[in-house]
Each structure stands twice: as structure tokens, then as C-alpha cells.
């Protein structure tokens, strides 16, 4: 690893400030499909991006050559950067958007994934496709773990020195089951959802294949499922659905580079203005929606963002009332609009820039028997398939993999192919009752897309169950 401090010190260039971050991430991949190998392969990525603000701009360049001449080099090029941007600015930053903070931040973990054996780890992705051909109708089945460590540390001229320490873990377990000309796929709380921070104990194989054993089973029950119908209902929707509900018609929309124009010409706006911040209702008052990376295990958990501003939790929504934004030092200069720690980049040669965290639905007061007693009729889902959201994030329809049928307070049938449509405030009004803390679960993904170049980010959500009135609901 590179001597950021001394570099730093020994860096020749004439700024208002300079920072320096230095990444280094081995993430290794097993995926094995009906039992036999499909790809094994370790991936180490390093380098450092070198910040340099003049007259209130910022430029920017990235390196992997990691010596006092190249850093040298990268922040030559990103003064000049600076320097040019700062004739066409349109608004000019000052250094309280780089706090001098000093800390430190390791995932709390007890053994690292990375002491599991590879052999010990392929034998259990095996026995996992075994486990998860329940029958003749699996016709194809598939285990994945993806295992990262990542080390961040950070040094400014102001003072800054922030070291972090992150252990990753993600799997993918899935089968298919076909009977005639009907195919279903049911997965592990949707593609790739099971991601945390997190040691070996994800793989304990005694409870690994019990819940594999379900997934197949499922995908066999699903292929003779009748199809969801087509009707105005009672929604319910578990923890692994809420985690895309939440992502998609909160997290985006929140985003105040979105809101301010930023993303406009690669992933759309937001139907949310600043104006709305404090007055607009989100949602119900049943609505709790917080900002959080200090959840311990939660996939985007950290102690600093990239900017150097200590993560904590924060109200983004509360009682159904808008209070603030997923925006940086940088956005909440620009917008006068407050946010939270979520200056983030996905590598060391990206930018940093407003992205969501652990982005989490707090939880109520009903258990689960008491949502599902309450319903005379409705449609319980589970696990996300598909999604789409209009470029304003508003207009959605959202597919799951498995569902089923409520009648009299009671779960009867399965359903298969079921699909939901709303409006984001719409829906999110319609929110009847949220599930306590019995009900709550937690997930991520690695691949949240945003920015310019592209960047795919480690996000997290957590969820009670919940239910909503009066949502379309419809089959294939």
C-alpha cells in the first residue's frame, strides 16, 4: 500500500486543498450451475483518485501507478481541470465541504468468508444445486458467492485521515422448474438480494441447504400455480420486495444531484422539487423512512463517506413528512437543502457523488398474523423479478416471483407471475399497516447503477412487512 500521508506531504501543486483516496479490493467469484463449475476467478483492483480544488472547482484523476511521480502527475492534470472548470462554474464550493475529520470504521465481522477453504466452499455450492433439484420439473439450478475485502483510506491537506475496513459477502441461489410450456424461476429473496457485511457463518451449511431445499420446492410449486389475477386489492408485500420498493420510489427520488439536474441525461430527474423538503407528505403516517450505515452487517454500513463526513442515522422521512435529502456536503451547499453522509464512489477511479447507503424502513407495531388477520382479501408477494420506473420516479410496475392468495385472514393459495402498478405518493399513501420488528429483515445489492461514467454501488435496505390498500395487481 502506498504512503498516503507522505505523498501528500511531498506533493508540489498550488490549491486551495488536496485529497488523496487509495482503494485496494480482491473480490473473488464462484458460480457453479447444475453442480459443475461455471467460473472461479480472484480480481484485485488498486489505485488512488487525486481531488485538487482551485477558486472553489474541483478536478479529478485517477491513477494505478502508485508512486510519488504519477500521484504528482494526476494532481497536475486535475488542477488544470480545476483551474479550467472554474471559469464556467456555476457555483463556487468552499472547503466545509471537505471536513478534516479523523477515524476509522471495520466491518464487524468475528472470521472473514476468505478462511473458508475454496474446496470446502465448492463442495457446499455443489451440494447446494443438488439440494435445490427437489424433483424431474428443476430443470436447472444455480449457486453463487461472491466474496470482497476492501481496503479505503483517505488523507487531505486540512487534516483529514480516515482508514476503512470492509469484508463483503454476496450469494445467489436459484432454480428453475419447467413443466410443458411453463417456466418459473425462484431465487434467495430475489437476484443476488442476501448481501451483508459479513464473515464465514453465511456459509453454515445446515442452514444453507434447509433454505435452499424451500427455494426448489417453491419453483416446483409455482409451475402449477394458477396466475395472479387481474384486480384492485390489498397488497402485502415481504422484506425482499419492500428492498426494491424502497430503492426505486424513495432512494432515487431523494437524491438531491437528481433533483438539481445532475442525472437528468443518463438516468432521469425526480417528481420531488427542493421546495417539497419539510412540508411535502411522502407517504402515510404509518411512513418512517431513515438513512443508515451504521447498521452492523448491512451491506453499505461505514463510518465515513468519501467526503470525510462521519456516517450517522438520519430521518429522511418521518410520519409520512419529508424532512431532508440523500444529498453530500457538496449538494447541501449547492441546494441549501439538508442531507446526509452519502458522498460515495465504487472505485477508486470514480468521482464520488450523492448515492444512497443502508436506505431503511423503521418498523411498526403490527405482527405479521395481525397484517395478514386483518385482510379479508389480498395478495401476499415475495421477491422481486422485474422492475420499471418512469425517468421522473413516479409511475412504477413491479413484478415478484411468488405470491399468494389472502382470503378471510388467511394465506390459502400460491399465485405465480404476479405484478403491481402504482404512483409513487399514491402508493406510498396507501400504506396501511407496517410490520414490528419480528417482521423486519434486511438485504442489498452490489449493483446500483448511477453517474457518468457509470458507477455500481453497494446499497442496502431494510423492511418490516408491510400492506397497502387498494393496488393494482395483476398476472402476466
Not at 488542477?79 to 456555476?90: D, F, L, R, V, Y
Not at 412540508?279 to 447498521?295: C, R
Not at 393459495?413 to 399497516?433: A, C, D, E, M, S
Request: glycine share 8%.
Amino acid at each position: 500500500m502506498l504512503d498516503l500521508e507522505k505523498t501528500l506531504e511531498n506533493l508540489d501543486i498550488n490549491a486551495d486543498w488536496i485529497g488523496l483516496r487509495q482503494v485496494y479490493e480482491t473480490t473473488t467469484h464462484r458460480i457453479f450451475r447444475d453442480g459443475k463449475p461455471q467460473s472461479n476467478g480472484r480480481k484485485i483492483n488498486h489505485g488512488v483518485m487525486v481531488e485538487v480544488m482551485v477558486n472553489g472547482q474541483i478536478g479529478y484523476c485517477a491513477t494505478n501507478h502508485l508512486n510519488q511521480s504519477a500521484i504528482q502527475q494526476a494532481a497536475e492534470i486535475a488542477q488544470q481541470q480545476a483551474e479550467k472548470a472554474s471559469k464556467w462554474s456555476i457555483f463556487k464550493f468552499n472547503t466545509d465541504i471537505r471536513p478534516p475529520a479523523k477515524g476509522s470504521y471495520q466491518s464487524p465481522i468475528t472470521e472473514s468468508a476468505n478462511l473458508v477453504h475454496p474446496q470446502e466452499l465448492n463442495d457446499l455450492l455443489v451440494q447446494i444445486c443438488h439440494r435445490l433439484r427437489v424433483s424431474d420439473k428443476v430443470v436447472k439450478a444455480t449457486a453463487m458467492a461472491g466474496i470482497s475485502d476492501i481496503s479505503s483510506h483517505f488523507v487531505s491537506s486540512n487534516g483529514a485521515n480516515i482508514q476503512q475496513q470492509f469484508s463483503l459477502v454476496e450469494t445467489d441461489y436459484a432454480a428453475i422448474a419447467q413443466d410443458g410450456n411453463i417456466i418459473q424461476k425462484r431465487s434467495d429473496n430475489g437476484m443476488l438480494a442476501r448481501c451483508y457485511q459479513a464473515g464465514k457463518d453465511v456459509f453454515n451449511p445446515e442452514i444453507t441447504l434447509n433454505r435452499v431445499q424451500q427455494i426448489g420446492e417453491e419453483a416446483v410449486e409455482l409451475v402449477f400455480a394458477q396466475d395472479c389475477p387481474n384486480m384492485t386489492t390489498t397488497l402485502v408485500l415481504a422484506p425482499d420486495q419492500m428492498m426494491l420498493q424502497i430503492h426505486e420510489s424513495v432512494g432515487h427520488p431523494l437524491e438531491i444531484d437528481r433533483i438539481l439536474g445532475d442525472e437528468r441525461n443518463y438516468a432521469g430527474s425526480s417528481f420531488v422539487k427542493l421546495s417539497d423538503f419539510g412540508t411535502l407528505a411522502y407517504g402515510s403516517p404509518l411512513m418512517n423512512i431513515t438513512f443508515d450505515p451504521t447498521v452492523k452487517g448491512e451491506f453499505a454500513s461505514y463510518g465515513y463517506d468519501d467526503a470525510g463526513l462521519k456516517a450517522e442515522k438520519q430521518y429522511l422521512i418521518k410520519d409520512g413528512i419529508l424532512l431532508r435529502g440523500l444529498g453530500s456536503l457538496e449538494s447541501q451547499q449547492r441546494s441549501n437543502i439538508q442531507g446526509v453522509a452519502n458522498f460515495r464512489s465504487s472505485s477508486w477511479n470514480r468521482p464520488s457523488i450523492d448515492r444512497m447507503a443502508n436506505l431503511n424502513l423503521e418498523s411498526g407495531n403490527s405482527s405479521f398474523h395481525e397484517i395478514i388477520s386483518a385482510i379479508e382479501f389480498g395478495v401476499y408477494m415475495k421477491s422481486n423479478r422485474s422492475w420499471s420506473i418512469d425517468d421522473y420516479r413516479n409511475k412504477f410496475q413491479f413484478g415478484c416471483e411468488y405470491a399468494q392468495l389472502i382470503e378471510n385472514g388467511k394465506i390459502t393459495k400460491t399465485l405465480r407471475n404476479p405484478n403491481y402498478r402504482g404512483v409513487t405518493q399514491h402508493f406510498w399513501h396507501n400504506l396501511i399497516y407496517v410490520g414490528n420488528e419480528s417482521t423486519r429483515e434486511f438485504y442489498g445489492t452490489p449493483y446500483c447503477g448511477k453517474g457518468e461514467p457509470n458507477q455500481a454501488i453497494r446499497v442496502g435496505h431494510a423492511s418490516p412487512v408491510c400492506a397497502f390498500k387498494d393496488i393494482q395487481v395483476f398476472g402476466c
